[in-house]
């Protein structure tokens, strides 16, 4: 079979057929169904690869809204929508290359599973902020299942137990499984409502000294420049708030020289900031 050029594999864009493909008319399901199914058994006994892309094409651009309308069931758990219907093309362009003629009555019975394989497939491999094992993603699509089928036949939701002999394993690797779930989207610490948020206030809140960092370094690098003497009269100045007088009582000068100092501080501190 010649190479395809339905897609673009760098963006997954739906690439223009070159050849324009043929009008179809609005048509009942049925009779449409009918097209396609013939349009796409044509496809295995023609012998001219561009009228086998051009009938592919065909295809495809006929079952687009049903490609979008599946994407739309997955919106909004966490992946955008453009990126859903990329998924549901790229599925619906599976389907079309690996149909058969006689595999079924209708095209959308074997295009469905395959689109909807495709998404869950990404869901289930790039949706993971913490990828769990393997193991642990499949018995999570089990549970799911199970607790489906036990609801449409009890009407009620089963217990970890009931659903460990449902899927054939031990209570505590459903109760894994489950606890797996909220790893795919853990909630935001910054939401107003929820989990996150409850923990948010309960184990932290805003630092006041956190603004004030910058300052203590800038500060601890200008003191670095100064001599034991000049760090000891800054300290008494305006750490312990002594008065000049006090200083030179307490060193054994005058207060005059200890305006000088203080004076002389500031300017050498004055030009290292300025450095």
Request: net charge neutral; charged share 30%; hydrophobic share 40%.
């Amino acid at each position: 079979m010649p190479p395809d050029d339905l897609f673009d594999g760098s963006t997954l864009q739906l690439a223009r057929p070159q050849t324009p493909a043929p009008t179809i008319s609005a048509a009942p399901p049925r009779d449409r169904a009918i097209r396609m199914r013939e349009m796409l058994d044509d496809i295995t006994t023609c012998d001219d690869p561009v009228e086998q892309q051009r009938r592919r094409k065909s295809v495809i651009v006929e079952y687009l809204p049903v490609a979008r309308s599946i994407a739309g069931r997955y919106a909004g758990r966490g992946i955008e929508r453009a990126d859903l219907d990329q998924l549901a093309f790229l599925g619906l362009v599976k389907a079309v290359r690996r149909w058969l003629p006689g595999r079924s009555e209708d095209f959308l019975q074997f295009a469905v599973p395959t689109i909807v394989g495709e998404i869950k497939r990404y869901f289930r491999d790039h949706s993971w902020l913490v990828r769990p094992p393997r193991r642990i993603q499949e018995l999570r699509a089990a549970i799911n299942e199970a607790e489906q089928t036990h609801w449409q036949r009890h009407g009620a939701r089963p217990t970890d137990t009931e659903l460990a002999e449902l899927t054939g394993v031990s209570a505590a690797e459903v109760s894994d499984a489950r606890a797996a779930t909220l790893v795919c989207r853990p909630p935001s610490l910054d939401e107003e409502h929820g989990a996150g948020w409850a923990m948010a206030q309960g184990c932290g809140e805003c630092d006041a000294e956190l603004d004030r960092v910058e300052d203590r370094i800038a500060v601890h690098r200008l003191l670095a420049t100064l001599t034991d003497r000049e760090r000891q009269v800054i300290e008494m100045r305006f750490g312990n708030g002594w008065s000049q007088s006090r200083i030179g009582a307490e060193i054994g000068v005058s207060q005059m020289q200890v305006s000088r100092w203080l004076r002389t501080i500031a300017t050498k501190l004055r030009d290292n900031w300025e450095v």
